[in-house]
Structure formats: structure tokens, C-alpha cells
């Protein structure tokens, strides 16, 4: 049996003595995430698909942004979490698309790595994972480099 989930979400950038962390790693930018967490949007994106997958409702069900326990937080904690979810319903990673939308600054030296972090995050091979990145041509929010934007696709699969 296989199950699908799918997610976007959206961070504002500025300047902010915040770093930019994206896919876990932590990129160099003159702006930084503004959020309640670390900010990982694609993290955030790839972690609230998990719950959808699983119809268990949106990440603020379960890491609320107006709770100081999660100030800061590790957003790998987050997918982790949410990964131990579909793990226990017996399920396991079928394969993972996830595009970042980004202005500025360039991602193609980093998607390999996002895609291992991934991986590990989620037990599975790094051939079921993609991530691609694209700009906004310069339209909107996302376009003036005043936000990123993520979405995430995951497909899951009972575990024989």
C-alpha cells in the first residue's frame, strides 16, 4: 500500500544575525531564516508531507510556533519526529521530490548534500531522493530574495 504527501512552505529572509539554513546546512548569505526554529524551510516542507502522508494534519499540530520549547529548534529533529511517525504505522520511503524556490544565493553546489542529509534523516538510499532548485524570475517576495519557498513530495509504502 502506497500513500502520498505533500507540502510547501515559506520562510521570510532578512537581515538578521540569523544564518540562511537550508536542506541542514547552514549557507552562506547575507540574509537569515526568520522563524521560530531554525528556519530549515525545506525541512519544514519535507517534515509537514511525512504528516500528510499519513493524514496526521500540519507541522504546528505537533511543533507549535508559539512554544518556547521549540525556539531554535534542529530542524532534523523535526523530520526525524516525523519520520519515527511513519515508521511506527509500519511504513518506510518510497522516493522524495522537493523543489526549493530561491532568488539568491546559488544551491547547485549544495543540492548533493542536501540530498544525503535527506537520506540519512529518512533510512533510505540517496536515489530516492531529489531535490532541484529554481529561481522566481525575480517576481514576487521569492523573486526579490525577500523569502524562500519549498514544497515537498513524498511517497510512502507499507513495509513488506
Do not use: W
Not at 100 to 126: C, F, H
Not at 145 to 155: E, L, P, T, W, Y
Request: proline share 2%.
Amino acid at each position: 500500500m502506497y500513500r502520498i504527501g505533500f507540502s510547501r512552505d515559506i520562510h521570510r529572509l532578512e537581515r538578521n544575525n540569523r544564518p540562511f539554513v537550508l536542506g541542514g546546512i547552514k549557507i552562506p548569505f547575507e540574509l537569515g531564516n526568520v522563524s521560530h526554529s531554525d528556519g530549515d524551510c525545506l525541512y519544514h516542507s519535507l517534515a509537514e508531507a511525512l504528516l500528510g502522508a499519513l493524514s496526521l494534519g500540519d507541522l504546528g499540530r505537533f511543533f507549535p510556533d508559539n512554544d518556547d520549547k521549540y525556539l531554535d529548534l534542529d530542524s532534523s529533529i523535526i523530520v526525524k519526529e516525523c519520520y519515527q511517525k511513519v515508521k511506527e504505522k509500519g511504513y518506510v520511503i518510497n522516493n522524495v521530490d522537493c523543489v526549493v524556490v530561491l532568488e539568491k544565493p546559488r544551491l547547485s553546489g549544495y543540492i548533493e548534500q542536501m540530498r544525503k542529509n535527506i537520506a540519512l534523516l529518512l533510512e533510505t538510499d540517496m536515489e530516492n531522493v531529489s531535490v532541484k532548485a529554481q529561481t522566481n524570475e525575480k517576481c514576487g517576495e521569492v523573486g526579490t530574495s525577500k523569502a524562500v519557498v519549498c514544497f515537498a513530495c513524498v511517497m510512502i509504502r507499507k513495509e513488506d
